[in-house]
């Protein structure tokens, strides 16, 4: 394991960096869980500002009765990304996780992977990262309140985006399950935030200007009904992600500016399924370089129908990959078969039977 060099010699692009688990944990708490969600919603954030630059399409999704397996490319015409993650709702109750995820970016010139990474930690950090991007242009100005209901797996990474981009203080936590919440509430405790926790998704709403949906359930779900959300409040809405699998009753959309990431990937997968496909949406990207209007008005409901893009994990691989010079965390694969002779593969695999 070597210290990764901005640009490798050309006689070593068949090892691949690659961030298991382990390195992924040590380079976060390495960096600082603050400092690194507020580093990488800057990275989310420039390539939101370059968007016209990106190859953009719905993520690639392989849907079954139990949940959803997707890909999700993209290429800024120089780094090509893509992501592996799937949505199982009903893995936690035979002790795996709803959403596990790997990575990798490779070179458009060559086509040759250059970093390999675990994703399953990275995309809970750039979902959170980009969910309080938004928040920035979206909520009630000195909203210091957000309800979480559904306090999962994507939950605490949720709460501290929002304690260290937007200055929420007080976290009012809800979900079914009430060990979930005291979960939560306990990963919680060392990041100076006030918390309750709340008896039902109703009273958790009261006094939160910023409202978090983050569950897991593959069905039409009603999270918030149209009567628990007030005039004036930002609703980030995480966890209706896919065909058929929705947080929010359709009256609250139909009263609420909505903003999305890529329209013709969330009118497939996000609240705004519900919606007539001609329903008004603003892309994120035109909120950010200023091209369209965010709130602008108190009274204003502001919902972020988040299903997560392509481009966000792009820009959480080029972070990890800038992030990873000069450190050791990560491991050298050798992934890539290197001939002596470009031509000579066969040759390879038969000096191997010799050597072997
Ligand atoms: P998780 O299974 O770990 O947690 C989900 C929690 O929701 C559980 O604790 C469950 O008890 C709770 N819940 C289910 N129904 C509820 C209800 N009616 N009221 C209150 N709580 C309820 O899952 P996770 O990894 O935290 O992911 C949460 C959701 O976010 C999933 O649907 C996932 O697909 C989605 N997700 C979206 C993005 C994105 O970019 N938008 C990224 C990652 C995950």
Redesign the pocket.
């Known amino acids: 394991m070597k210290p990764l060099s901005g640009s490798r010699p050309p006689e070593h692009i068949n090892i691949v960096p690659f961030v298991n688990v382990d390195n992924m944990m040590k380079l976060v708490l390495h960096v600082g869980i603050q400092t690194f969600l507020i580093e990488l919603s800057s990275y989310i954030e420039a390539d939101f500002l370059r968007w016209r630059h990106f190859d953009k399409s719905p993520r690639l999704a392989s849907h079954s009765r139990e949940g959803v397996i997707e890909l999700m490319p993209t290429s800024d015409g120089q780094t090509y990304g893509f992501k592996y993650?799937n949505?199982h709702?009903k893995?936690?109750q035979h002790g795996l996780?709803?959403?596990t995820a790997f990575g990798v970016l490779a070179d458009v010139g060559s086509g040759y992977p250059v970093l390999l990474s675990e994703m399953t930690i990275l995309?809970?950090l750039?979902?959170a990262a980009?969910?309080a991007v938004a928040a920035k242009y979206l909520a009630p100005k000195g909203a210091k309140t957000m309800a979480i209901?559904?306090?999962?797996?994507?939950?605490e990474f949720q709460a501290i985006a929002f304690g260290a981009l937007c200055n929420v203080r007080t976290l009012r936590l809800?979900?079914?399950?009430r060990q979930?919440t005291d979960k939560c509430a306990k990963n919680l405790a060392g990041f100076g935030f006030e918390i309750e926790k709340c008896n039902s998704?109703q009273s958790a709403v009261e006094g939160a200007g910023i409202i978090t949906t983050?569950?897991?359930?593959k069905s039409y779900?009603t999270?918030l009904n149209d009567n628990m959300v007030g005039e004036g409040v930002h609703i980030n809405a995480?966890?209706?992600?896919?065909p058929g699998?929705t947080?929010l009753h359709r009256d609250i959309l139909l009263r609420s500016d909505i903003f999305v990431e890529y329209a013709p990937q969330t009118r497939i997968e996000g609240e705004i399924q519900q919606l007539d496909k001609n329903h008004p949406v603003v892309e994120l990207w035109e909120v950010i370089t200023g091209a369209a209007g965010g709130r602008n008005n108190r009274r204003q409901i502001t919902i972020f129908d988040?299903?997560?893009?392509a481009t966000?994990d792009f820009s959480a691989l080029r972070y990890i990959r800038d992030r990873l010079a000069g450190t050791r965390y990560f491991d050298e694969l050798d992934m890539i078969a290197d001939p002596d002779e470009p031509k000579d593969l066969f040759g390879m695999l038969l000096r191997a039977q010799t050597v072997s």
Request: glycine share 14%.
């Open positions: 993650v949505g709702p893995n936690t996780q709803t959403v995309t809970a750039r979902t980009t969910s209901i559904g306090n999962g797996a994507q939950a809800y979900d079914v399950d979930a998704a983050v569950t897991a359930d779900a999270i995480i966890g209706g992600d896919c699998k947080e988040s299903v997560g893009f966000e």
